[in-house]
């Protein structure tokens, strides 16, 4: 189930941003802070950590309205388990 999460934001992300994708380019230790870049989609790397229907929805929101190159999203009760590493 936490894989069908992964795969559910993967799409919307994808969805939203035709030539951009974000990457979590860090995220610090209680993985509550969440920092995004936009990167050229030939990159196809692409790092999720899946959170409740909510705060992803929160989280996809604020990706795509980011307009700066490095935009940092807050995520609130994140535990350590959660952490996916996504790429493809």
Known sequence: MLEQRVKRVTQV???RWERQVPRVTRVNKDFREI????VLQENKELKVIPVSRVT???LVTKVQQAQ???VVIRVIQVPQETQVMWEN
């Not at 920092?35 to 936009?38: E, G, I, P, W």
Request: glycine letters at 0%.
């Open 13 to 15: 992300l994808m969805e």
């Open 56 to 58: 992803r929805a929160r």
């Open 35 to 38: 920092r995004v870049t936009r």
């Open 68 to 70: 700066q190159e490095l």
